[in-house]
């Protein structure tokens, strides 16, 4: 079994700064990339920024300069620290894993989602 549990999320104002972690715990072999999805009312499911086991990172243009992702490899958590928030950036927030539990089986894990408010 593997779990992601996230936390971190909440209300903050435009402007403010709000930092999301998830950490994945179970039988886990390695983890390959790890990131961050958001859902918002009526959107799609899109992904905000992901980064690699060696810490290369990718990010969605409207959160380039504003939101870092980062992960601790020693204790299996991803981190994604929001800057600059913005009222457009209120989802759902997803943290995402692809776990190798052995040497022949990977698969993608989720977590549960934390809501994040930015008001204006």
């Known amino acids: 079994q593997v779990q992601l549990v996230e936390s971190g999320g909440g209300l903050v104002q435009a402007g403010g700064s709000l930092r999301l972690s998830c950490a994945a715990s179970g039988t886990i072999f390695s983890i390959n990339t790890m990131g961050w999805y958001r859902q918002a009312p009526g959107k799609q499911r899109e992904l905000v920024a992901r980064?690699?086991?060696?810490?290369?990172?990718d990010d969605v243009d409207s959160v380039k300069g504003r939101f870092t992702i980062s992960r601790d490899n020693a204790s299996n958590t991803v981190y994604l620290q929001m800057n600059s928030l913005k009222p457009e950036d209120t989802a759902v927030y997803y943290c995402?894993?692809?776990?190798?539990?052995?040497?022949?089986?990977?698969?993608?894990?989720w977590g549960q989602g934390t809501q994040v408010t930015v008001s204006s």
């Open positions: 995402h894993a692809n776990i190798r539990i052995s040497l022949a089986f990977a698969a993608n894990y």
């Open positions: 980064i690699t086991t060696e810490g290369s990172t």
